[in-house]
């Protein structure tokens, strides 16, 4: 495809083939720029990330020069893994314009659960063993009790202000009923209420609405106000105790802080929701996303699963990469020697 088709064009183009393109980041973006800032989203659990699914690019260099990285083949030990290094380079080392993309079949069945708990770690706790059971899970998301108040509010759902599993299974009309069964035992030990689940696509679209309105609901718990969003990613053994400290820091903010995520692999967001004329709540929220961060990392984790190192997280690329990120810099130093391509992002030259 070339870099400005959108994922949802390509599923649409592929309608009737028996295939799809499974990366959602939420948003209708581009294959190119989803390719750039290495995008995942809610499937990675299953499908992985672009890193996973972009077999081959096509990238303009700095200096001119047109290059083809990868190819259709399943594996290759030819060189080093180009490929690798432009995906999610955001735009720093060279300009991506064809990408070559894993497809999938399409899934014979599919079906969404939602479920209620009295915690969020008792939530969190059903996720890690449904993983480390190996139940192949699609899709695994977290909503704590102040994002469902947010959505009833918004949305007038009626769901139970508690913290809740929205989960999706994929494979055949046996095996997804499985999974769904095996995941309600698994909460059910651990306090699970309300359990659902459906395969009708409009039932599993009612499901999913409150996942899917969670961001904009979120924002109107201050109506006029800004959401400042944070976005860590541990080892899935480590993430109860990660959302736990990090709870910790929630009850202690003097403005409303929601937490919401693909818990599946390990990746979850705080959404502080701050007056942006307000300079004390903006240094609240960067302190509170500080905390989370360095928690993060300690746990082997990483100071961002899917929105990038831009700007903001410079220094948080050193803390995690440490000399690792002077090599970083003589990559970039030897692709744009005149820092032409989406200057001070990443890198700092």
């Known amino acids: 495809v070339e870099a400005g088709v ?3 064009q390509l599923n649409q183009h592929l309608n009737g083939t028996g295939l799809f393109f499974p990366i959602d980041p939420g948003a209708d973006a581009t294959l190119g720029g989803m390719a750039a800032t290495r995008a995942s989203g809610t499937n990675a659990v ?4 672009m890193r996973e699914n972009v077999m081959g690019l096509t990238v303009v260099l700095a200096d001119g020069r047109v290059i083809h990285t990868g190819g259709r083949a399943r594996k290759s030990s030819a060189g080093y893994d180009l490929t690798r290094l432009f995906v999610g380079s955001e735009g720093t080392l ?3 314009t ?3 993309l894993r497809l999938y079949p399409q899934p014979e069945a599919v079906s969404a659960a939602v479920c209620a708990f009295p915690s969020v770690d008792a939530a969190v706790r059903t996720v890690i063993q449904t993983i480390q059971l190996g139940v192949p899970i699609a899709r695994c998301e977290l909503l704590d009790a102040l994002t469902i108040k947010a959505v009833n509010r918004v949305s007038k759902l009626g769901l139970r202000e508690a913290p809740m599993l929205f989960c999706e299974f994929h494979g055949t009309a046996a095996s997804v009923a499985e999974q769904a069964q095996t995941v ?6 651990l306090g699970g209420m309300d359990f659902e689940w459906a395969t009708k696509t409009e039932d599993r679209t009612r499901l999913w609405q409150a996942r899917y309105e969670a961001y904009p609901a979120c924002r109107q718990l201050r109506p006029g106000n800004r959401a400042f969003s944070t976005d860590v990613c541990v080892p899935i053994s480590r993430l109860a105790e990660c959302i736990a400290e990090s709870n910790k820091d929630i009850a202690k903010a003097s403005m409303p802080v929601a937490l919401f995520g693909h818990v599946g692999d390990g990746n979850f967001h705080l959404v502080v929701i701050i007056d942006p004329n307000n300079p004390a709540d903006l240094d609240e929220a960067e302190a509170l996303n500080q905390r ?3 928690r993060a990392l300690k746990m082997g984790g990483t100071c961002t699963g899917e929105h990038g190192i831009g700007y903001g997280k410079l220094d948080f690329l050193d803390a995690e990469h440490g000399d690792a990120v002077s090599v970083m ?3 970039k130093q030897a692709l744009d020697p005149h820092n032409l391509l989406n200057p001070g992002k990443v890198i700092r030259v």
């Open 98 to 100: 064809e990408i070559t």
């Open 94 to 96: 060279g300009i991506i």
């Open 184 to 189: 309600q035992e698994i909460a059910k030990e």
């Open 292 to 294: 989370v961060v360095m």
């Open 6 to 8: 959108t994922r949802m």
């Open 46 to 49: 299953r499908y992985g990330t």
């Open 329 to 331: 810099s003589a990559i």
